[in-house]
């Protein structure tokens, strides 16, 4: 593939239009779309007029943003019409939502009154809601059309339907009485009627559900298509699978955002500006950082301590980062299992019982080979040693324990459990680590 | 549809068998397992044998394993045999990776020599390659066939093909010539032949290809149904769209593992051990708390600056975790970055520049915020409070350079930009923190 793409952009940059045209028609979308990507402004115009009008589209999508903007300016109003008829409808208002004013201005001036209502209800809809990821181009059928009928339809109306493969059966007030794929129609004799070949338990969505909501259901029913009914339970669109993959990745997205303690963030790292990035991060971190300032409070506390055993501090940062990846360790596997719907509340006592298990281990080995390590080989005061030793195990517990719970509580109360991740966790953990710590310290080094 | 499950349930304790059976054949078989799920084995299997067979195996790919285990033990030969039949080769396969031994011998017992070849063959594709998600019900046409001819041997071939939607057009020697959808088909004059709508530039993956490359196939080109090929380009198989939601599930689950510095695990948190995961923890935590030493060692290195000025000690924690945190929502946005395909190694300069920037920004106001806090709320003397203040500084610059830095080296090197992630470079941070804080300690105090 690489191969033929240098191969027609050497025909272009030699002026060979008509080779070019010949070669670039059969190819995918996709690889049309690279190729003008890798041209300059005027040739990558040249060549996007050169395209059959339809072909032209499929391209238009698959380009990136600053290019079908630059494209945008430099055609004319009526190719710029052509494209919006023939994008689906979810595409454009993908489109709508990701242009500058002056362009969304220039191709709202080329749609109609009727077509620019509706553009307007559906920028309305919230922002990652089922309404927002839905479009409007696909096939209705009536109970009591014939297969023969309802395919003869399709045949009809298909063209310009994003999908084809799943038909809605709806009444006269658009209610969805049924659903039937077309697989189900081509295989069914043709006789039969539409409403005996239907499936009436339609798995479907509303148009203000969460689209989080909506990519477990298509992950539950193992589907590529939903249809979407409004208030009133009328179909109002269908949204493709297509969509739901970029959902999956955005809400993941999220959750690592969420998970090192930033504010989420939808655009690209590269377009975000640094002004933006400065402020997603900056929340978290003074608030941690003035959360951090407890454990320094600690350490003053038993300024005695330190003092009389300066050693001590030299195993404060081994504890305090031994305690943040432990509990970070199980912060993960919860918040990532209830994010995949895999434990839920019900849990928690599981949950718990397994980190103390775990903890118990981890914590008794980590606390072995560090004792082997500052006593044996560093040669540290024993009573000293066993003070590390011993916070550390418990660290360990400790840590396992809050970083399980913090996230079911989180959902409990409808918080999203990302935030309880690490960073969090973290601060919690080294505040309870160094109380232990000076406790036995205390006790075992009798100062 | 809870209402509806909820009423079956209720005719089942009732034993009003005939009425539940006229139910729960129009229901969705997700609907049908989750009743099945709810029900003690004895119920769960009369259920279960109610079902006309196409839907009871249907159903059977629902329900969870332990219960399908449960079922195979329950039924007879004849029974397991029509499942087996019925099911999906690549379900088929899956199904047979996780049952136990003795419930795989029972199922391979009831299949013929030829099946049994072919499931050995599939079971040997090395885990997450193309080769051990695909399928091999695909519709193979060939390119002199007309439309309605390709139609009709869907119609005659289609009823056992996972997908229908896209058809395949191979030659003579299965060599993969071509690729239509049905919509196509559908859509065109039934009287032309297939080679002139087929589409020849054919998006493919080999048998051998990562699972994670095959989902960024399926996110480029925006398809439902890829077609893999062998090592002498022969059809082999298809991968749907279905599997690869899992698949982008598991690739994403493994780099939240791998963040939190554990080894990756394919298996739900509740279904595994506790000693599996013990171990899938202690690895990196032992690697970390003994790179932790060093941190300690500075610490003891500059002892003699923490002996003469104590309340240097207290601002460590705030210190080490502004740093860890900075460095790793820095890492977080690059690995993510990097794993969607956003950013390349050719960016690395643009990143450096971005994070300087933020971590500029940032610094600035987090040292500033952090000022007031110790030299006017809590009277820090002013030297130690300037100290502390252009160590935060420095910290949060080292960090996000850092973390920005390693996850693109990783990648470079070959290595998993994701075990670049927060605690490993909270480690690094650490130490270079603290050699700045008593450097400059050392100036500013004349100790």
Chains 1, 2 share one sequence.
């Not at 710029?80 to 001036?109: G, N």
């Not at 969509?243 to 998970?259: A, L």
């Not at 072995?368 to 003070?387: A, C, E, K, P």
């Not at 840590?399 to 109360?413: E, N, S």
């Amino acid at each position: 593939m690489k191969w033929e793409i240098e191969e027609i952009l050497a025909l272009i940059s030699e002026k060979k239009y008509t080779e070019v045209r010949e070669k670039i028609i059969n190819l995918n979308p996709v690889h049309i779309g690279e190729i003008i990507e890798n041209l300059d402004l005027s040739e990558a115009i040249l060549i996007f007029r050169m395209l059959p009008k339809d072909l032209a589209v499929d391209v238009f999508n698959y380009i990136n943003t600053e290019f079908q903007e630059k494209i945008i300016y430099s055609i004319t109003d009526k190719e710029i019409k052509h494209i919006i008829d023939e994008l689906y409808f979810d595409d454009m208002i993908d489109l709508l939502e990701e242009m500058p004013a002056k362009v969304v201005k220039k191709i709202l001036q080329n749609s109609n009154v009727e077509e620019r209502k509706l553009i307007n209800e559906f920028l309305n809809y919230p922002e990652s809601s089922a309404g927002s990821l839905m479009t409007i181009e696909y096939v209705d059928l009536k109970k009591d059309m014939t297969i023969r009928e309802a395919i003869e339809h399709i045949k009809f109306t298909g063209i310009n339907k994003e999908t084809i493969y799943n038909c809605y059966v709806i009444d006269g007030h658009r209610k969805l009485e049924g659903i039937v794929s077309l697989r189900k129609l081509i295989l069914s004799d043709y006789d039969l009627r539409v409403e005996e070949v239907m499936n009436k338990d339609v798995v479907y969505v509303n148009t203000h559900q969460d689209q989080e909501y909506v990519a477990g259901i298509f992950k539950k029913y193992d589907i590529i298509v939903v249809p979407v009914v409004d208030k009133e339970d009328r179909l109002t669109g269908i949204i493709t699978i297509d969509d739901i993959i970029d959902v999956i990745d955005q809400e993941n997205t999220e959750d690592f955002q969420k998970m090192a303690a930033m504010a989420p963030s939808e655009e690209a790292y590269l377009e975000t500006g640094v002004w933006t990035l400065a402020k997603n991060r900056l929340t978290w971190l003074i608030i941690l950082m003035l959360s951090a300032t407890f454990t320094g409070g600690i350490l003053k506390k038993f300024e005695d301590v330190l003092q009389s055993v300066v050693v001590l501090t030299f195993f404060i940062p081994m504890l305090m980062d031994t305690g943040g990846n432990s509990g970070s360790q199980s912060a993960t596997l919860v918040i990532r299992s209830l994010a995949l719907g895999e434990i839920d509340e019900k849990d928690t006592l599981r949950v718990i019982m397994k980190e103390l298990g775990v903890s118990l281990i981890v914590g008794v080995i980590l606390s072995f080979v560090n004792f082997l390590r500052i006593y044996y080989l560093q040669g540290t005061d024993l009573m000293v040693s066993l003070t590390v030793c011993i916070t550390l195990l418990f660290t360990v517990v400790l840590a396992k324990i809050v970083g399980a719970i913090l996230p079911i509580v989180a959902k409990k109360i409808k918080v999203d459990p990302a935030i309880m991740a690490s960073p969090l966790i973290t601060t919690i953990v080294d505040a309870g680590a160094l109380m232990v710590y000076f406790s036995i310290a205390k006790l075992l080094l009798n100062i």
